[in-house]
């Protein structure tokens, strides 16, 4: 299975756009990111994917970079560019929807790490040490975009991210837990003209909006939520946002990785 996966990441590597190595390098770009992919699909470190014995016989011909060239090369602008693209070819929507979804997903380690990146803060339901995974998630599956942040960094501040970085194809209404419910990120959208934000207020119904001036996105978010009808159009919003649950599951659950 890992195989065929990987057959099918070289078919569409070979589809993108790429640019001259320079003659100073050993391996293009396009070897970089085959090997660093053979890695992520086997679920080990990129050193592994750098010994032949852990490829099949009739790849075993080719060259592999060594683990230091991988790290240098790895960081560069033009693989960073080219893992982007084929991203984004990859996860994209195949059409244009309306209906999206924002959260983080918990990603823990042990407590006894010595990650120094890795940040504490809070998880699903307790306190804990790791990283946190924020993505934009269309109805279809697609992920618009996504990051993967410390523990401790606030998802309003990678929600704003997130937004800023979304493609023309995310349109619609992005639906969203009440953490989100900021100014900051309803102006966002609204700068957009063509995205909503809907959240629940973040200190519950009913209260008062205060003093200050409100985005018109987070009005509107608040008549969607708090409309008198017992089962409008928002809430229905919000209660397809538990979907974004199951995708997370899928995720850091398959079997492949």
Not at 5 to 34: C, N, S, Y
Not at 115 to 131: F, L, V
Not at 133 to 153: E, F, K
Request: charged share 25%.
């Amino acid at each position: 299975m890992e195989h065929q996966l990987w057959k099918a990441i070289v078919a569409v590597l070979a589809g993108l756009d790429k640019p001259v190595t320079p003659a100073r390098f050993d391996f293009t770009d396009e070897d970089v990111v085959m090997v660093y992919y053979w890695a992520v699909i086997h679920d080990r470190p990129t050193s592994w994917a750098c010994q032949k014995r852990n490829w099949p016989i009739h790849l075993r011909r080719r060259p592999l970079p060594s683990q230091p060239t991988m790290s240098v090369r790895l960081r560069s602008p033009s693989v960073g560019a080219l893992l982007d693209a084929l991203q984004r070819r990859v996860v994209a929507s195949k059409a244009p929807g309306l209906f999206w979804m924002i959260d983080g997903k918990s990603l823990p380690i042990g407590g006894c790490s010595k990650d120094r990146p890795a940040g504490y803060g809070r998880a699903a339901g307790c306190k804990a040490k790791g990283y946190k995974l924020h993505a934009l998630v269309g109805s279809d599956g697609s992920i618009a975009c996504w990051r993967v942040a410390p523990m401790n960094t606030d998802e309003r501040v990678m929600a704003r991210r997130l937004l800023k970085a979304a493609a023309e194809a995310v349109l619609g209404y992005v639906a969203a837990d009440s953490n989100y419910d900021s100014n900051d990120l309803h102006r966002i959208c609204d700068a957009r003209e063509d995205l909503q934000l809907v959240t629940p207020r973040r200190y519950g119904p009913g209260r008062s909006t205060g003093h200050r001036k409100q985005a018109a996105g987070r009005l509107r978010s608040i008549e969607m939520t708090e409309a008198p009808r017992p089962w409008s159009f928002g809430e229905r919003l919000l209660a397809e946002r538990a979907e974004i649950e199951r995708q997370f599951g899928n995720l850091v659950n398959w079997g492949g990785g």
